[in-house]
Structure formats: structure tokens, C-alpha cells
């Protein structure tokens, strides 16, 4: 007597017992082998990671990086100056009573000087994201609030001689500094980060149908077994489309992007600031300079010109 555990349901019931646990078969429901089954992997992980490679999800990585920079330097920034804010008003009141005028108009002091710091740095997040650099008076007022800053909170300590308080009130006001000067720092690297993520595109490429093909023969192979050739006996080879190379954005001074440009510069190029800008990849603040200077240098002048033929 039969069971019905017992019952042979054919070849399709022997091949369902013969298919791996995880489930890893083909089209024609055929189980695959390990070989196959890597084969299949190291395809799927070429193919994700071609992918995570993309210049523009790098870039787009840096940028989210970028974010939580900011977000974490602002935090410390800001509790940074709020711890300072009492002892600038204890500085500026000099025991005067409290609720009177000078007591009140002592809380103002050290706001005023943390917007004016906090502008100053707002504005640096911006140039450095485009790497623009500032003049003189943009550090200067920079340091000159943080040293205030200093000087205000520690003021009272260094005339009491209290090492301790020093010691104190010496840490927000340098980690604020420490973090201003960093954070600006940081922001240009990242932008270096991406710039050099989207220059990338010179080698990467989004992956193809053939990019992950399995086992897929090579040139020489199938010259040689005859399949894919031509009707004169070569090999039909896939030609890649051309990549347009990119030029690598510079960073350097004026007088460098000055030389690069007259040496890219050729009789009848009209000179521009996209022009500057496509060849030097300067900013496009400094791209306006660099066009009227190199008009200045290389146009001739009729006048001059009139001169040397009289």
C-alpha cells in the first residue's frame, strides 16, 4: 500500500528535490551550479558597485557629509558663545545692581559681537563652497570678536589671579576659535572631495548590459571560434563610445590661473570670463578679473601699433 508521500510525480518532482535551499536556478528551472551561482554574485556585485562608485553618487555622499559638518560645527559654535554670554555680562556689569540700566545693558554686549562672529562665519560658508577666498578684513573681524570674546571671559580671572578660572573660561572661547578656523578649512576640502568625484567621469561609466553579462567571451576567443565575425573573417568588435574628457578644476593663485590662460589662448579666441573659466577652472567671481586682465595683456593696441609702424 502506497502513501502519498510515497508517490513519484515524475521528473518534475526529481528536480525539486535536486534544486539547492536557496532556491538559485535558471530560466529552464535547471539548479546551477556553485560556479554559477559566484558567477552570478561577483556579476551583481560588480554591477552595485560600479553604481556606488558613480561620480554622482559620491558627490551627492560628500554633500550629505557636508551637511551633518555644518550642522555639528553650528552646534558647538553656539553653545560655545551661549556659555560665554554669562561671563561677558558679569565683565561688562562690574558689580553693578541687578535690574539696574548697566546690569540690563550688560546682557547686550556679548550678543553683539557673536552676530557680528556669526555673519562673519555664515558668509565663509558660502565662499568656501565655491572656493572663494576673502580679504584681509573678512579674518580680521574674525579674530578681532573671538579675541574680544577671549578677553572678556577671562578678564576677570587673570585679575584675580585664579588659575582655575582661567583655565575655565579659556576653553569655550579657544574651541570656538579652533572650530571657526577648522570649519572653513573643511568646507574647501569637500569641495575638493566633489570636484574630484565629478572629474572621475573620465574613467567611470554607467554600467551596460554587457558590463554584467556572465562569462561573456573576449575579443580574441571569438575571433577564433568564428562566432560574431564579419563577412572578411575579423572579429565584429564593439567599439566603446568616446568619453569626453573634463578638465580637472585648478586651485591656485591669480597669477597662476593668469599663465594658464595666456598659454591656452589662441589668435581669434575672444576672451571671456566662461571662456577663463572653461580653461583655468577658476571661480566665476574670479573669472571677471582674469578676462579684463588678459584682454589688457594680450589685444593689441591700435594706437600702440600705429606708433611702431610710423
Known amino acids: 500500500m502506497t502513501t502519498p508521500n510515497s508517490l513519484d510525480h515524475g521528473p518534475d518532482q526529481r528536480i525539486q528535490e535536486a534544486i539547492p535551499r536557496n532556491g538559485?536556478?535558471?530560466?529552464?528551472?535547471?539548479?546551477l551550479t556553485r560556479g554559477q551561482r559566484l558567477a552570478q554574485d561577483a556579476a551583481d556585485a560588480a554591477e552595485v558597485r560600479k553604481y556606488q562608485t558613480h561620480p554622482d553618487v559620491v558627490a551627492l555622499r560628500i554633500e550629505r557629509i557636508r551637511s551633518q559638518v555644518d550642522r555639528l560645527c553650528w552646534a558647538g559654535i553656539t553653545l560655545g558663545l551661549a556659555f560665554t554670554m554669562t561671563n561677558v555680562q558679569v565683565f561688562a556689569a562690574s558689580g553693578s545692581?541687578?535690574?539696574s540700566l548697566p546690569w540690563v545693558a550688560a546682557w547686550v554686549l556679548d550678543p553683539t559681537v557673536s552676530l557680528v562672529l556669526l555673519a562673519v562665519l555664515r558668509a565663509e560658508q558660502i565662499t568656501s563652497r565655491y572656493q572663494v577666498r576673502t580679504g584681509r578684513w573678512v579674518r580680521g573681524a574674525k579674530w578681532f570678536t573671538l579675541a574680544a570674546?577671549?578677553?572678556?571671559n577671562t578678564w576677570p580671572s587673570w585679575a584675580v589671579g585664579s588659575v582655575a578660572g582661567v583655565v575655565l573660561h579659556s576653553v569655550p572661547p579657544l574651541l570656538v576659535f579652533v572650530a571657526a578656523e577648522a570649519v572653513t578649512d573643511l568646507r574647501d576640502k569637500l569641495t575638493d572631495a566633489v570636484t574630484v568625484a565629478v572629474n572621475g567621469r573620465t574613467t567611470s561609466h554607467t554600467p551596460t548590459r554587457s558590463d554584467t553579462a556572465v562569462a561573456a567571451p573576449t575579443a580574441p576567443e571569438t575571433a577564433r571560434s568564428g562566432e560574431g565575425a564579419t563577412e572578411d573573417g575579423t572579429a565584429a568588435l564593439s567599439t566603446p563610445e568616446p568619453v569626453r574628457p573634463t578638465r580637472r578644476r585648478r586651485r591656485g593663485t591669480f597669477t597662476g590661473y593668469r599663465d594658464l590662460a595666456r598659454r591656452a589662448w589662441t589668435p581669434g579666441v575672444e576672451i571671456t570670463p566662461a571662456w577663463v573659466r572653461q580653461v583655468t577652472g577658476c571661480s566665476r567671481g574670479l573669472s571677471s578679473r582674469l578676462a579684463a586682465t588678459l584682454a589688457a595683456d594680450l589685444t593689441p593696441n591700435p594706437d600702440t601699433d600705429r606708433e611702431v609702424s610710423t
Open 97 to 99: 545692581a541687578v535690574w
Open 149 to 152: 570674546t577671549y578677553v572678556m
Open 24 to 31: 538559485s536556478r535558471d530560466a529552464r528551472h535547471v539548479p
